[in-house]
């Protein structure tokens, strides 16, 4: 099994539909991340978690919402899904220690029409 | 977190040392020097990283400059696999902990 795991891999949803992309990791890792990647492009960070009682936001978070349901699980929510949401999105997760990477799970491929 | 450059693309013959450099004139004394790849639209993975000196891990080797400002990422032998985005990427090691990724170079393995 995946470190990280994010389920769905793929979804087509419609407009204005609410959605949720899930996460869940069994590196034992504290801090939790969700990104987003539009074609061609780099990543940029939607939410971040440091523990389960810690929620911040990154560059893009309109729009979106969060909810960390335990240490190794992160949920990513579309209130009401725009076309322009359309991407693949990333959950990763890291243990904070110092200098150390993070953990990628597999991507969400999500299209809003 | 500073700001880094790379190159849009490059290409490397297979077998061949590929060399990816960065910029990162902006650096402060605190911040480390990450290497990521993407193949494809995969999670990006963590390839090495490094502060100050000269980084070697099973994947590759990291050369930092003196001054910090730039650094070299060199996968010895490169082979098809090694066809990906690669990301260099500056971070603080206090604060958010958070990445922000650029557009990477495009390497491309050439047969």
């Known amino acids: 099994d995946a470190d990280v795991t994010q389920t769905p891999r793929n979804r087509i949803t419609k407009t204005g539909k609410r959605i949720m992309l899930e996460c869940s990791q069994t590196k034992g890792h504290d801090r939790m991340y969700w990104y987003r990647q539009d074609p061609g492009l780099g990543l940029q960070l939607i939410y971040y978690?440091?523990?389960?009682?810690?929620?911040n936001k990154g560059e893009i978070s309109d729009g979106y919402s969060v909810s960390r349901q335990a240490q190794a699980k992160f949920s990513l929510s579309l209130e009401s899904a725009i076309p322009n949401q359309t991407a693949l999105y990333f959950c990763?997760?890291?243990?904070?220690?110092?200098?150390?990477?993070?953990?990628f799970g597999s991507g969400t491929r999500l299209t809003v029409v | 977190d500073a700001k880094t450059t790379q190159p849009t693309s490059m290409d490397c013959a297979e077998g061949r040392a590929a060399n990816l450099p960065c910029n990162h004139s902006t650096i402060s004394g605190n911040e480390y020097v990450y290497w990521y790849r993407q193949i494809h639209s995969q999670g990006p993975q963590y390839i090495i990283h490094g502060l100050k000196n000269n980084e070697t891990n099973e994947m590759a080797s990291l050369i930092i400059t003196e001054d910090r400002k730039s650094s070299t990422l060199i996968l010895p032998h490169a082979t098809l696999r090694d066809t990906a985005v690669y990301y260099c990427i500056v971070r603080g090691i206090s604060g958010t902990y958070k990445y922000i990724f650029g557009t990477g170079t495009r390497l491309k393995v050439l047969a």
């Open positions: 978690s440091f523990d389960v009682k810690d929620i």
């Open positions: 990763a997760t890291s243990d904070g220690s110092r200098g150390q990477g993070y953990t």
